[in-house]
């Protein structure tokens, strides 16, 4: 049986990626590699919307938050964390072992912190050095008003930093053109291919303050990262068939087009949503994202039996509830390599496996809806064409 991932991450692998990480292994301190490595800096940075060094490090997601903090705070110094999962907390934890002060904007899983909320902590802690957020909240499903809340913080002077593990690739975040001063993501997720590198990227903004940086650093330098970037090298030894994997990825992303891959992910989340509303199950997320659709799990319903159904049967994985979630919520994803045959796979697998064990939904409901939601789609998008 084929078996596909449907998980927040890591996700599906396009065949292009997984021949480039099977080609014979290149030395890193050559020509060609250099050439390689400038080339995927180049196109990370256009999809992010950026002039700005894409630094590449041989690490998970986590591994580049933590460099973007210890490179941006010294000890004693203030942050403020909008939390409201568990990857949202994972800034918390970050800072405080480093020794800065952390003040939370701290709201209920599922939910999304406004505005105000962010205005009122920056009013409140003003000697708040940098604000720390995360745009597309992994553990909930829910997407964050990141731009707003960077321009708040930007008029307090303080520079705003963001968890974009689960949305580069997503959302166009127009690096450039927004208030934000520092963003990290990982290769598992919208690049598609798999785990194993993290990547920064700051603003002027960012960089000045990395230069007023006091924490310890040697592995997570990002000043020498970046110098290193110049001459299309890095400090210590890359992940060298992850960096060709990185390439391929986005030389398929390049060739589809910025604005078509937003435009899949759009379409992709839609169908999936309109699929779950049709069964009538529950979204958990107040404001759902495009990478990920999080459903509360029915009454009676035994997650984890439908998670191991869907796996086993149905050859579909996707991931259930984390931490305070567990057994709460499925979580169905949509980052990457994914198409309507592939959303119309994932539904079907879900709603049978439900069935399966007792839901009481309509046969065959999810997948009308989904299937319907992309006609509407592409007779949308042909009207615009005519």
């Given amino acids: 049986m084929k078996r596909v991932l449907f ?5 599906e692998v396009p065949s292009e990626v997984l021949e480039a990480m099977a080609r014979p292994l290149i030395h ?18 256009e999809h992010l919307g950026t002039t700005q060094p894409a630094l590449t490090l041989a690490c998970s997601g ?11 705070l010294s000890a004693g110094e203030e942050a403020i964390v909008v939390e409201g999962g568990k990857f949202g907390d994972r800034w918390r934890a970050i800072c405080q072992a480093y020794g800065v002060t952390v003040h939370t904007v701290s709201v209920e899983w599922g939910r999304v912190a406004t505005v105000e909320e962010v205005e009122s902590a920056l009013a409140a802690h003003p000697k708040a050095k940098v604000i720390f957020l995360t745009h597309s909240e992994t553990s909930t499903g829910a997407l964050f008003p990141i ?14 930093v963001v968890d974009a593990i689960t949305s580069y690739g997503v959302y166009d975040l127009h690096f450039d053109r927004s208030d934000l001063d520092g963003v990290v ?13 993290g990547f920064v990227c700051f603003s002027p903004r960012g960089w000045e303050l990395v230069k007023e940086s006091k ?12 110098t290193a970037l110049e001459a299309g090298d890095t400090p210590f030894t890359p992940a060298i068939s992850l960096v060709l994997a990185a390439r391929a990825a986005m030389l398929l992303l390049a060739a589809e087009g910025r604005e078509k891959v937003f435009l899949r992910h ?24 495009n990478t990920l659709t999080a459903v509360t799990v029915p009454q009676g319903v035994d997650s984890g039996a439908v998670l191991k159904t869907m796996e086993r049967r149905y050859g579909v994985k996707i991931a259930g509830g984390q931490d305070r ?14 198409d309507e045959g592939d959303i119309s796979r994932l539904v079907q697998a879900f709603e049978s496996a439900l069935l399966d064990h007792g839901a009481s939904i309509t046969p065959g409901a999810g997948l009308r809806a989904a299937q319907e939601s992309f006609r509407k789609s592409q007779a949308s998008a042909a009207a615009r064409v005519g």
């Fill in 7 to 11: 998980t927040p991450g890591p996700t």
């Fill in 28 to 45: 890193h301190r050559t020509d060609e590699y250099r050439q390689y490595f400038l080339e995927t800096t180049r196109l990370m940075q």
């Fill in 62 to 72: 986590s591994g580049a938050m933590e460099a973007a903090a210890v490179n941006l």
């Fill in 147 to 160: 731009h707003d809340m960077a321009r708040a913080a930007k008029k307090r002077g303080v520079a705003t």
């Fill in 185 to 197: 993501w990982g290769s598992q997720k919208g690049m598609m291919i798999p785990p194993g590198l």
């Fill in 215 to 226: 924490l310890p650093k040697f592995y997570w330098n990002l000043a020498k990262a970046r």
């Fill in 266 to 289: 759009q379409r992709n989340a839609d169908a999936t949503r309109q699929a779950v509303r049709a069964l009538g199950l529950a979204l958990f997320a107040e404001v759902p994202s």
């Fill in 325 to 338: 979630l567990k057994g709460k919520i499925f979580r169905l994803g949509h980052i990457g390599y994914y």
